[in-house]
């Protein structure tokens, strides 16, 4: 075996043994933790800022990358405050149901714990922290591999929460940092079975598909982020230009960020002038169909790839549709399956859409922004997943759970 192959075993072995170690935590004592690596955080938000600031004058981070990839003093409180919502939340752990059978047999079904948890993601620090806290509060160790853009940035978060686990008596192990962030190394930490029991890739397309492709261990998908706003005949134009525009613009870099918008032939002409103009202060750039043009004739002429995109950025392709059974339909083609939404005042309409779009989160008459796991009220996320087994939509604490059967007899036997 190479170093780094030395090195990454070694790394998921510490957190294989402290997974065992950690697995009969009381919730309390797993709240405690929480609470003192918020704290810790906040008392070190200086530090925390000024690591922050070497990865954003980074020349090779691309600019769009950049509010991804801040973390300033407001952020750091935000994140805390993340923590602490997260110890607040119900736990998980030995939840279940409990039956008898016939033949006297009683069977529980209990959730537990996943083990070992490895998250490859890229940007944004805070994701550190709340795959951190998230993988605490449900009793699994957690190995991290976030991207070069935020080194000097994880490794104090991550420095930070280890003291505070140490602290509290609890291994320092359940908390760890990959620090390496070379492919090699990415490589290295999918390939080990038997010492990690899931792997979460989190970030663009390109990233998913390499793990979902070459992992050798279990892998919950979490998706890209091409979503959608259909604006229907029957819209509310108002309500619809403030839908649209929210979700545009209000952080273009992140997975709910719309990328698509669709419009219904008839409120075309009324809808596109004022959104056009709604998101101006932004210079959104507008790639639109043939019939979008007539409408905008300034803006640029869309193409297929445009509808398959991701852009992260201030761009939005547009088309406009016959109908809404059109655009269900080049949802279901172009999308992602991460979340689509409807402006409508027909309730016939917004029960198609939600039955018929397939995406893990669908929404009627408000912004594709709110999929993330503290609007949900899961206090964080993990991730948000576009599969549809196990886990879909924002990935709280309940989706780092499994399962595990208690039968208790008395001499029974088959």
């Known amino acids: 075996m190479s170093e780094l192959e ?11 043994e402290a997974s065992r170690k950690i697995v009969g935590l009381s919730t309390a004592k797993k709240n405690a933790a929480l609470y003192r690596i ?13 690591a922050n600031e070497i990865d954003l004058v980074n020349p090779a981070v691309p600019p769009k990358m950049l509010d991804r990839l801040k973390l300033g003093e407001d952020r750091v409180r935000a994140v805390a405050a993340a923590v602490r919502e997260v110890a607040a939340l119900p736990d998980p752990v030995g939840g279940g149901e409990r039956w008898v059978r016939p033949n006297g047999l009683i069977i529980t079904r209990e959730r537990v714990p996943l083990g070992v948890v490895a998250i490859i ?20 160790a957690v190995v991290l591999r976030g991207g070069k853009e935020a080194i000097n940035t994880n490794r104090v978060l991550v420095r930070l929460m280890r003291e505070a686990l140490e602290a509290e008596g609890i291994p320092a192990d359940a908390v760890s940092l990959v620090d390496d962030v070379t ?15 899931v792997l979460i890739p989190r970030g663009g397309a390109s990233l998913i598909k390499s793990v979902v492709e070459n992992a050798k261990v279990p892998v919950i998908e979490t998706g890209a982020g091409n979503c959608h706003v259909y604006i ?5 134009i108002e309500m619809a230009v403030k839908i649209a525009a929210n979700a545009k613009v209000s952080r273009p870099s992140v997975c709910n960020a719309a990328e698509t918008l669709l419009v219904h032939k008839d409120v075309a002409r009324e809808f596109l002038p004022k959104f056009a103009e709604a998101v101006s202060p932004w210079n959104v750039e507008l790639r639109g169909c043939g019939r979008t043009r007539e409408i905008l004739p300034g803006i640029k002429e869309a193409t297929e790839e445009d509808y398959y995109t991701e852009y992260n950025d201030y761009i939005l392709a547009v088309k406009v549709v016959d109908s809404i059974d059109e655009a269900i339909a080049h949802i279901n083609k172009y999308g992602t399956m991460h979340s ?19 995406a893990a989160a669908v929404y009627v008459n408000a912004s594709t922004r709110f999929t993330d796991g503290g609007e949900f009220g899961f206090g964080a996320e993990i991730g948000i997943s576009t599969q549809k087994l196990h886990a879909r939509g924002p990935m709280g604490l309940a989706e780092l759970t499994t399962v595990k059967y208690y039968v208790l007899g008395s001499g029974q036997v088959r």
């Open 340 to 358: 689509e939404a409807i402006v409508t005042r027909e309730l016939e309409a917004a029960e198609k859409f939600r039955r018929e779009v397939d």
């Open 232 to 236: 229907d005949k029957s819209a509310d």
């Open 121 to 140: 993601y890229e940007a944004r620090p805070n994701v550190t922290v709340d795959a951190a806290s998230l993988c605490i509060k449900t009793g699994n």
């Open 6 to 16: 030395n090195y990454i075993a070694g790394l998921c072995c510490a957190a294989k």
């Open 183 to 197: 492919r090699e190394g990415t490589a290295i930490l999918m390939r080990q079975r038997g010492l990690v029991d």
């Open 38 to 50: 918020a704290d810790t955080l906040e008392r070190s938000a200086g530090e925390i800022e000024k």
